[in-house]
T-cell receptor, first 111, second 116 residues
Framework: QKEVEQDPGPLSVPEGAIVSLNCTYSNSAFQYFMWYRQYSRKGPELLMY??SSGNKEDGRFTAQVDKSSKYISLFIRDSQPSDSATYLC???????????WGAGTKLIIKP | SAVISQKPSRDICQRGTSLTIQCQVDSQVTMMFWYRQQPGQSLTLIAT?????????ESGFVIDKFPISRPNLTFSTLTVSNMSPEDSSIYLC?????????????FGSGTRLTVV
């Protein structure tokens, strides 16, 4: 079993829809949770960072961590075609520990 | 946040040859990280490069195959040696960037390698 599981998609939704992207994990020691966005032919860029449990909102993006279920989510409201990218989750037990990555979900927003 | 210039952006190479990938950072950083990203798979850390010491390799990666140089605090190279088609992948360098958040990483644009 992989430490971090993420559905590779693709996930295709119409413009304006609410998008939900998810990752599950097995290591209860994880405390640092990140979402990265990767456009085609580009490196990943940090989108959201959350420490421990709870929600964090930044504009149209909301990151949610449920440590009891070992489940993290990224919600995108009012999705735009420019949100079309691959979204990768990453997590770590400690700021000095290696990041463990999900495989990434390819998201397509249809105009 | 840090800006990373990674070269080449892509290359097609013959099996048995070697390719050196360069990463230049616009600020001094202690550690640089080299990743491999294969289609449909998660990012895999190859090694961590500290300036002034030998790189630390992850399980499954060896120095003879992926030699790394780190001559100063802004530059690093990764060489993919004696390439085979199985080495076809995207290679990325990354640095820890505390300007973004308490815990963020900045990546180069990647090198898309195809071995024929």
């Amino acid at each position: 079993q992989k430490e971090v599981e993420q559905d590779p998609g693709p996930l295709s939704v119409p413009e304006g829809a609410i998008v939900s992207l998810n990752c599950t994990y097995s290591n209860s020691a994880f405390q640092y949770f990140m979402w990265y966005r990767q456009y085609s032919r580009k490196g990943p860029e940090l989108l959201m960072y959350t420490y421990s449990s709870g929600n964090k909102e930044d504009g149209r993006f909301t990151a949610q961590v449920d440590k009891s279920s070992k489940y993290i989510s990224l919600f995108i409201r009012d999705s735009q075609p420019s949100d079309s990218a691959t979204y990768l989750c990453a997590m770590s037990a400690n700021s000095n520990y290696q990041l463990i990555w999900g495989a990434g979900t390819k998201l397509i927003i249809k105009p | 946040s840090a800006v990373i210039s990674q070269k080449p952006s892509r290359d097609i190479c013959q099996r048995g040859t070697s390719l050196t990938i360069q990463c230049q950072v616009d600020s001094q950083v202690t550690m640089m990280f080299w990743y491999r990203q294969q289609p449909g798979q998660s990012l895999t850390l190859i090694a961590t490069a500290n300036q002034g010491s030998e790189a630390t390799y992850e399980s499954g990666f060896v120095i003879d195959k992926f030699p790394i140089s780190r001559p100063n605090l802004t530059f690093s190279t990764l060489t993919v040696s004696n390439m085979s088609p199985e080495d076809s992948s995207i290679y990325l360098c990354s640095v820890e960037d505390r300007d973004i958040s308490n815990y963020g990483y900045t990546f180069g644009s990647g090198t898309r390698l195809t071995v024929v």
